[in-house]
Every structure is written in structure tokens, then in C-alpha cells.
């Protein structure tokens, strides 16, 4: 009995390993007390973040029925695939309309380009003959002329000689006659002069008798024909960028976040159809206490923790410290009016930059912790 219990007391601690256990336990808190007292001080840290992105909203320019619409949430879309189809046959058909009636314009400009070259050419040729009568008309006035200056000497002589008896009365009285007929051809000579100089002008501001008008007034008829003809066509191409229109395009390539219509509903103008991110491009925003946004600087590395994948590290660096608190951006701002006052710690937004780790696993809208290594002034990434 004696024997047992002596066993037994000897099988208890003593009192120095007691004391080895608790310096060990001491030592322990120390270091970890340590390590926490240094990574306070060299580690900006805030659980206060999330994954964010920019979310692009798609909307529909034009008000429609929507035909098509057949994207879920999750689908991924590359930069310019189909969005939406918005009902176009009415559109269709005034296209049509447009087309055909470009078609007549050009036709008719056509039309009257070639009877703008029929004018010229009869124009010209009018010109030419009216000049070419003026010409003959100035001959045979001219001959006419000299006939009447001759006619005239002959019945001088002749009532000269009359008087002397040197040649017979019918004689001096056929003379006469031919001076007067002399006269009377050479009156209608200049008549007709003065009728081919009056066609000659007319014919020099195109005032003939030709079948086609002048040719100012086509070319003017064709300059409005082209005028015409401009507006159609831009009346077409307006057409043309409104049925274009009515297909709704993806405007990035990334992920539908949500989807916003279904097919058969009719949409406003701008009206949103679905809200997208591009899964390339996401970041970090953390609110970091005023108190602790003085360390920071860009470039800084960071260890991120995102809540949906605790043991899969992520890695940053600092992009941007904002210069405002989240407070001012609120939608109902405190002004404190009542005079009482408590003084809080606002918070400064920070933009974080993702540099590796599983990011095709996340996605905005994530919880996420930041640990921000302020120990030095690294900017590898400013």
C-alpha cells in the first residue's frame, strides 16, 4: 500500500516542469504578440472590400417589339454578337420603298444628262447654221448693192444722154426701171441681213427653233435632279442605320450579369436590356481608414483573401488612393444640424489591382480581405 503511493507521487509533475510549460506558453504569446505587433505596424489591413468591375448596362436605341432575346444570365458574349433583334418588317418595306425611289432619281438624272448633250450638240449646230445664213444674207446684200450702184449709173447715163438725143427714150426708160428694181432687191437684201443678225442673237442665247430647251435651263433642270438625288440617298442610308439599329450588338465581349427583357416585351428608347462585366478586368476597392491611408502608396503589394475561396491566395498591388470619404457620395448625407456632434472614422476608397491567382474563379460583387505591405516604398507597379 505504502509502495503504490509513492509510485503515484512520483508520476506527478514537479513543480520545474510547471514552470518549463508555462515560460513555454509565454514565449509562445510573446512571439505571436511579436509577429502581431509587426505585421500591425508594417500592414494596412481592411475586411471592408469587394471585387468589383465595370458594369456596362446594354441598351436598345430605337423602341421596338423584341423579337429575339434568347441570352440567360452567365452567357458569355463576345464584342459585337446579337444582343436582341427588335421587330424591322415595316423598316424593311420603307427600305425597299427608298431603294426604288433612288433608282428613279438616278434614272432620271441619267435621262436628262443625255438630253443636256443632245442640247449642246443642237445648240451648236444651230449656232453654226444661223451664222452661216447671216453670212449669206451679208453676200447677197453686198451683190444687191452693187447691182443698185450700177443700176444707178446706167440711168444717170442714160437720162444724160436722153437729153442729147444720143439714146432713145425706151432705153433711158429701161434703165430707169432697173435702178428702181435695183433698189427694191436691195432693200430686201438688208431686210434679210437684219433678219439673220436677229436669229444670229437669239441663236447665241440658245432662243432657236430646236426641239430640246437650252441647255442652261437642263443644266440648271440636272444640278436640281443631283440635289434630289442626294436626298434620297441619304434618306436611304438613314434608313439603312435605323434597321441596323434594330439589331441590338453587344458593345464588349465578357459575362451577362443579369438580364433585364424577354422576348416579346416592347422596349423604350434606351431602355436597359441586360447588365455585362468583362471578367479581364477586375479589381479590388477596400475602404481603408483615414487614420492608416497616410502609409499607403501605390505600388504597394497586397495579399488578398477572397471569402468564397479562403485557402486559394490571391495577389495585388495598390492602383489608386481615392481623395474623398464614401461618406460624400451617400445618398442622405448626415449635415449633423442639431449642433450634437460624434466624431467617426471615415473611410477613403482604394483601388487594388489583381495580379494573380484564380481570378477566372471570381467575380464582382465577392467579399474580400486585404492585407496591405506598407513596410517599404515599393512601386514596381506605380
Do not use: C
Amino acid at each position: 500500500m505504502t509502495s503504490s503511493t509513492s509510485n503515484a507521487v512520483s508520476r506527478r509533475p514537479g513543480k520545474g516542469t510547471k514552470l518549463t510549460l508555462l515560460a513555454l506558453v509565454v514565449l509562445a504569446i510573446l512571439v505571436w504578440a511579436g509577429f502581431a505587433i509587426h505585421h500591425r505596424m508594417t500592414h494596412v489591413s481592411a475586411q471592408d472590400a469587394r471585387v468589383m468591375a465595370d458594369q456596362v448596362t446594354v441598351s436598345s436605341r430605337l423602341a421596338g417589339w423584341v423579337t429575339d432575346f434568347s441570352i440567360i444570365e452567365g452567357d458569355r458574349l463576345d464584342k459585337g454578337d446579337t444582343v436582341a433583334h427588335l421587330y424591322s418588317r415595316p423598316d424593311e418595306e420603307k427600305l425597299k420603298t427608298l431603294k426604288a425611289g433612288v433608282a428613279a432619281m438616278q434614272a432620271r438624272l441619267d435621262y436628262q444628262r443625255e438630253r443636256l448633250t443632245l442640247a449642246e450638240k443642237q445648240f451648236k449646230g444651230g449656232l453654226n447654221m444661223t451664222h452661216q445664213e447671216l453670212t449669206a444674207s451679208k453676200a447677197a446684200m453686198a451683190a444687191a448693192k452693187a447691182r443698185l450702184v450700177q443700176a444707178r449709173k446706167d440711168y444717170q447715163r442714160s437720162d444724160a444722154l436722153l437729153a442729147k438725143h444720143s439714146v432713145s427714150q425706151q432705153q433711158r426708160d429701161a434703165d430707169y426701171y432697173a435702178y428702181l428694181a435695183a433698189q427694191a432687191e436691195y432693200r430686201q437684201a438688208k431686210q434679210e441681213v437684219a433678219v439673220s443678225q436677229a436669229q444670229a442673237d437669239n441663236a447665241e442665247v440658245g432662243f432657236t427653233q430646236m426641239p430640246l430647251p437650252n441647255p442652261s435651263v437642263l443644266r440648271s433642270q440636272l444640278k436640281v435632279s443631283r440635289q434630289e438625288l442626294a436626298q434620297a440617298r441619304a434618306r436611304l442610308s438613314q434608313e439603312k442605320l435605323r434597321i441596323a439599329d434594330l439589331t441590338v450588338p453587344s458593345p464588349i465581349g465578357g459575362v451577362v450579369n443579369k438580364t433585364l427583357v424577354d422576348a416579346g416585351e416592347y422596349v423604350s428608347a434606351g431602355q436597359p436590356l441586360l447588365m455585362m462585366h468583362d471578367p479581364d478586368k477586375l479589381w479590388v476597392e477596400a475602404n481603408i481608414k483615414e487614420t492608416d491611408i497616410g502609409e499607403l502608396r501605390v505600388g504597394q503589394p497586397v495579399d488578398i483573401t477572397v471569402d468564397a475561396y479562403p485557402d486559394r491566395p490571391f495577389h495585388g498591388h495598390v492602383t489608386v488612393i481615392g481623395r474623398a470619404a464614401t461618406s460624400q457620395f451617400a445618398l442622405l448625407p448626415d449635415p449633423n444640424p442639431s449642433g450634437n456632434f460624434t466624431k467617426i472614422t471615415q473611410r477613403i476608397p482604394v483601388r487594388i489591382a489583381l495580379d494573380d491567382g484564380p481570378v477566372k474563379q471570381i467575380g464582382p460583387g465577392m467579399m474580400v480581405e486585404v492585407d496591405i505591405d506598407v513596410s517599404g516604398d515599393d512601386t514596381r507597379h506605380g
